[in-house]
């Protein structure tokens, strides 16, 4: 599975934007995926997570409320709308792919098996 992010960019806080993470081969729709943010200096963070149907997420507590992680597994994209934006929200963003989803692990990094490039948000205040 080769991921591709993209959506990023600068944005004023309080403002709004929307990732993208389009997946290549044809088994994306059996992976769990997820989202993570890294800022220089710092570990990469969770963010949001989705299994393979859609029907569970998972939402680090600094994001609830404002990001929504959601996917099409027709178009092998998986989406992360962002709303309420603040300074602290700006980060590298990374989506990653799952080939096993558990809900207890999906927070963390080694739980993923495919990383995109990533995608750069600055919030301005």
């Known amino acids: 599975v080769q991921l591709q992010a993209s959506g990023g960019g600068l944005v004023q806080a309080g403002g709004s934007l929307r990732l993208s993470c389009l997946a290549s081969?044809?088994?994306?729709?059996?992976?769990?995926m997820g989202w993570f943010r890294q800022v220089p200096g710092k570990e990469r963070e969770f963010v949001a997570a989705?299994?393979?149907?859609?029907?569970?997420?998972d939402y680090a507590d600094s994001v609830k409320g404002r990001f929504t992680i959601s996917r099409d597994n027709a178009q092998k994209t998986v989406y992360l709308q962002m709303n309420s934006l603040k300074p602290e929200d700006t980060a590298v963003y990374y989506c990653?792919?799952?080939?096993?989803?558990?809900?207890?692990?999906?927070?963390?990094?080694?739980?993923?098996?495919?990383w995109g490039q990533g995608t750069l948000v600055t919030v301005s205040s």
């Open positions: 081969g044809r088994t994306f729709s059996f992976y769990g």
């Open positions: 989705i299994s393979w149907s859609g029907s569970s997420t």
């Open positions: 990653a792919a799952a080939r096993a989803y558990t809900t207890s692990a999906v927070s963390g990094p080694r739980a993923y098996d495919y």
